[in-house]
């Protein structure tokens, strides 16, 4: 995966479930510059993780593909370096 980057998810919406179809991903709360700490999550062989910062349950669903999400609009793209 060295090749690919780590999809980051924000909750701007304040949903309390956001699928996705990643099993390693980061959270970074809301979009900048109300996000929390970016922190690296991993379900490991589970099918759904918990963000210890924001309280968001993700919910693997094999049908999304890693830069998908539902409801939409949940994945942020880092900013390119000026």
Known sequence: MADHAVP???NDI????IH????EFMCVGAKPPFDHPH???DMGDET????PYC??????RAS???DETDPAG???HTPAPA
Not at 20 to 23: Q, V
């Open 39 to 41: 922190v690296f999550l």
């Open 20 to 23: 996705i179809g990643a099993r």
């Open 14 to 17: 304040g949903v309390s479930i």
């Open 48 to 51: 759904e993780i918990i963000c």
């Open 55 to 60: 309280s968001t349950l993700y919910r693997l």
């Open 74 to 76: 949940c994945l942020w």
């Open 8 to 10: 980051h998810f924000a």
């Open 64 to 66: 999304l593909h890693a």
